[in-house]
């Protein structure tokens, strides 16, 4: 079968580190993805990994693991605009995206 | 920057009524998804289409709903009729050749009364 798990929900504070996991189990793999969701908008693109290890874009990263089927999503000085869904989604081989529920991000003051 | 436009961004519907909705890809991307979205859920493909043609379809609820996209570029996605549980986020994207990734429009948000 296939199947894409992430946290439901996490909390964390301004200015702190959070790092969201997903762990996916999927016949054929061409990369996975996370995507960024705000309430009652579409998701945008944040980052692509198709090979091991961790790449980074500003306060964003993001590690991948293939042979573990195991991804994180690493956000840095968090901020009250990072409140978002946060959704892990791998490529098959045919290049269709398999989408995880999305992790709610909740940022306090 | 290029964008994925769709129409119309919100819909209010009465169940047993029909609707429509519209999708314009990016300029090139012969591939085109519709995607169902239901709240703290991941999104749910409805159908791929590559140009004009339908790549997959078999999460689509033929029964009632409907898909073309006839000259290989702009897409309608119809309902027919509606029910409750269709009320929903309705994603289009669409990607560029072995592009890695996709391009989302802003949506349209279905409700059903």
């Known amino acids: 079968g296939q199947n894409i798990d992430q946290p439901t929900e996490m909390t964390a504070t301004e200015g702190a580190i959070v790092q969201i996991n997903c762990t996916y189990q999927?016949?054929?793999?061409?990369?996975l993805f996370w995507y960024q969701q705000h309430a009652g908008e579409a998701p945008t693109f944040l980052s692509y990994n198709v090979l091991d290890g961790l790449e980074e874009k500003g306060r964003f990263s993001s590690f991948l693991s293939r042979s573990k089927g195991y991804s994180y999503l690493l956000l840095k000085e968090l901020q009250m605009k990072d409140s978002a869904s946060y959704l892990c989604?791998?490529?098959?081989?045919?290049?269709?995206?398999?989408w995880g529920a999305g992790t709610k991000l909740i940022i306090k003051p | 920057e290029a964008e994925v436009a769709q129409s119309p961004r919100y819909k209010i519907t009465e169940k047993s009524q029909a609707v429509a909705f519209w999708c314009d890809p990016i300029s090139g991307h012969a591939t085109l998804y519709w995607y169902r979205q239901i709240l703290g859920q991941g999104p749910e493909l409805l159908v791929q289409f590559q140009d004009e043609s339908v790549v997959d379809d078999s999460q689509l609820p033929k029964d009632r709903f409907s898909a073309e996209r006839l000259k290989g570029v702009d897409s309608t996605l119809k309902i027919q009729p509606a029910e409750l549980g269709d009320s929903a986020m309705y994603l289009c994207?669409?990607?560029?050749?072995?592009?890695?990734?996709?391009?989302f429009g802003s949506g349209t948000r279905l409700t059903v009364v």
């Open positions: 994207a669409s990607s560029g050749f072995r592009d890695y990734g996709y391009t």
């Open positions: 989604a791998v490529s098959r081989s045919n290049y269709q995206l398999i």
């Open positions: 999927t016949s054929g793999f061409n990369g």
